[in-house]
């Protein structure tokens, strides 16, 4: 069945380096849409940018991520961290069935 | 636009008891979703439904837990003989179409803690 791994729990970066959240995934299908998913402490989850289409980098809010299905991955990035970047952040995979998702990556900014 | 309602926001049980979970979709959405959110397993899908219909349970837990939406504005999620291990933050999303591109708006969930 279809599948998302974000392999890393928690990281924890100082405010200015760059960040890159893991997600690689899972399915039989080629019409894949991956999604990012933030989720800021008490507030609710939410879109942070999504990607349907082979090696085009796709940005929103200073992220950026391309979505490559040779390696089957779908990375997050963005150049410098902010304190404000602290959050949770979920990968995930639509297909036209149930959406999956990814365990979370934990971001930490620290000054 | 009031975005997806979660009631209630928390809710605290005894183990045993029955919990019901409920969500208003964001009006005009045609497909929910319910999932289950933890920090070991992250987040779960539970089930989702595509204009009133059940579509996929594959995430339920079979025994005690099942979800309805019998109209278009409300969709709930029972519990029922509630255990410690099913404490956890229940999020309810909602899309305006079915397929895969959409993007699904959360709730702000439901806390439950099972003592």
């Known amino acids: 069945g279809d599948s998302v791994t974000q392999k890393e729990g928690l990281v924890t970066l100082t405010e200015g380096l760059p960040v890159m959240l893991n997600c690689t995934y899972q399915?039989?299908?080629?019409?894949?849409?991956l999604f990012w998913y933030v989720h800021y402490l008490n507030e609710s989850p939410r879109l942070l940018l999504k990607?349907?289409?082979?090696?085009k980098r796709t940005e929103h809010q200073g992220f950026h991520a391309t979505l490559h299905k040779s390696s089957s991955s779908f990375h997050l990035q963005k150049s410098s961290a902010q304190l404000s970047d602290s959050a949770l952040y979920y990968c995930?995979?639509?297909?036209?069935?149930?959406?999956?998702f990814g365990a979370g990556t934990k971001l930490s900014v620290k000054p | 636009n009031a975005g997806v309602i979660q009631t209630p926001r928390h809710k605290v049980t005894g183990k045993g008891q029955e919990a019901t979970l409920w969500c208003e979709p964001i009006?005009?959405?045609?497909?929910v979703f319910w999932y289950r959110q933890t920090i070991v397993q992250g987040l779960e899908f539970l089930t989702y439904?595509?204009?009133?219909?059940?579509?996929?349970d594959s995430g339920m837990p079979k025994e005690r837990f099942s979800a309805q939406m019998p109209n278009q504005s409300h969709s709930t999620l029972k519990i029922q003989s509630t255990q410690p291990q099913d404490s956890a933050v229940y999020l309810c999303?909602?899309?305006?179409?079915?397929?895969?591109?959409?993007?699904?708006?959360f709730g702000p969930g439901t806390r439950l803690l099972v003592l």
């Open positions: 999303a909602s899309s305006s179409r079915d397929w895969g591109q959409d993007t699904q708006y």
């Open positions: 399915t039989i299908y080629s019409n894949a849409f």
């Open positions: 990607s349907s289409t082979d090696n």
């Open positions: 995930a995979l639509n297909n036209n069935n149930a959406p999956r």
């Open positions: 009006s005009g959405h045609s497909a």
């Open positions: 439904f595509r204009n009133q219909a059940p579509i996929d």
